[in-house]
């Protein structure tokens, strides 16, 4: 059983386009973060969520929206999608906040052409 | 802001030893470490809680400086498997920031 589980693993799409990538977590975990890695491998956080509540944004743009159905699933919205949102893009859990290890998913790479 | 660890990259014959650094300008409550193989995710390797402690896990141990806010991890007798991008990761007290640093490029050669 896949611990973090994301979906889909490859995203190709055009300049302008909406989509979406899904994250799954069956650990129990509280608090669950997206992550953008980028070209230089640099892991910036994007968003932490605490039992379904954002709890950090780090001044990420408009056009990315997390959702939080329930505290084992957090997705990621983005629309109008521009060229430099192309990169590799981690969902992770963690049990509390940041005294635990995070558990990754196998992450998404999103290309926008 | 992300703590800064040196080398960015570091090329080893196999046997050989590494030491990674990571360094906060902020009080470091906790450092995590991390190994991510190409095109995988970061998987955890230890976790340091107090100021001092050191870590062991197989033939990598690290270590925590609460005072200079550092960390180290050592690499010894180095193998193959252990080529990858290591990161540090950090979480404050009170906080559900999880950060990590600017990652460090190591590449062990036959």
């Known amino acids: 059983d896949t611990a973090v589980s994301q979906t889909p693993k490859y995203l190709v799409t055009q300049m302008g386009n909406d989509k979406s990538i899904k994250c799954e977590q069956n650990?129990?975990?509280?608090?669950m973060y997206w992550y953008k890695q980028d070209s230089k491998k640099f892991l910036k956080i994007m968003f932490s969520?605490?039992?379904?509540?954002?709890?950090i944004n780090e001044t990420v743009p408009n056009r990315f929206s997390p959702k939080s159905p329930d505290k084992a699933h957090l997705n990621l919205h983005i629309n109008s999608l521009e060229l430099g949102d192309s990169a590799v893009y981690f969902c992770?859990?963690?049990?509390?906040?940041?005294?635990?290890?995070?558990?990754f998913g196998q992450g998404t790479r999103l290309t926008v052409v | 802001q992300q703590p800064v660890q040196s080398p960015q990259a570091v090329i080893l014959r196999e046997g050989e030893d590494a030491v990674i650094n990571c360094s906060s300008s902020?009080?470091?409550?906790?450092v995590h470490w991390y190994r991510q193989k190409h095109g995988e995710a970061p998987v955890f390797l230890m976790i340091?809680?107090?100021?001092?402690e050191q870590k062991g896990h197989e033939k990598i141990s690290a270590s925590f400086n609460e005072k200079k806010q550092q960390s180290s991890l050592y690499l010894t007798a180095s193998q193959l498997s252990y080529s990858g991008t290591y990161f540090c990761?950090?979480?404050?007290?009170?906080?559900?920031?999880?950060?990590f640093g600017t990652g460090t490029r190591l590449k062990v050669l036959a």
């Open positions: 969520y605490n039992n379904k509540e954002l709890i």
């Open positions: 650990l129990g975990h509280d608090t």
């Open positions: 902020k009080a470091l409550y906790s």
């Open positions: 340091l809680l107090k100021g001092g």
């Open positions: 990761g950090t979480g404050a007290s009170g906080t559900y920031k999880y950060i």
């Open positions: 992770a859990s963690s049990y509390s906040q940041g005294f635990t290890e995070a558990f």
